[in-house]
């Protein structure tokens, strides 16, 4: 048996999402990413970093919709994110907390003793998002 690992790294994160364009528009307007992509016959769009694609597809039935618990549910817990810099850290918090539609769990704080941070916000279609800073690079 190979001890190698046969994958490497992730090719892309698919989403449900509540609303498709507000959930574009967050990734986009507010974290400044880029449309890379779609399958408007579906729904979805893909969208990127530049580092990360996620595929973002439309919730099909908002009637019957359940809602995704990460203390109950098999799945998606949250999605991290890492900060470029210090700057960019304290630019994403500023501009997600100010954010339409967004919840924030909770404000930069240090993560387990430190020195890394992080926070945590629903965006607007309902997913979990962690978005962190590793000082040491």
């Not at 986009?28 to 769009?45: D, F, M, Q, S, T």
Request: aromatic content about 10%.
């Amino acid at each position: 048996m190979t001890t190698e690992s046969l994958t490497r790294g992730i090719d892309h994160v698919g989403l449900t999402v509540r609303n498709l364009d507000v959930t574009r528009d967050f990734f986009i307007n507010c974290l400044g990413w880029k449309e890379v992509g779609g399958k408007p016959e579906y729904p979805a769009v893909f969208v990127s970093d530049g580092h990360i694609l996620l595929t973002l597809w439309q919730l099909k039935d908002e009637t019957n919709k359940v809602e995704f618990d990460r203390k109950k549910n098999v799945g998606l817990h949250h999605l991290a994110l890492r900060a470029a810099n210090e700057e960019a850290f304290a630019t994403i918090f500023e501009r997600v907390s100010g954010w339409p539609g967004v919840k924030v769990e909770f404000a930069p704080e240090a993560l387990g003793s430190g020195p890394k941070r992080h926070t945590m916000v629903y965006e607007p279609g309902g997913i979990r998002l962690e978005f962190d800073l590793d000082p040491r690079g």
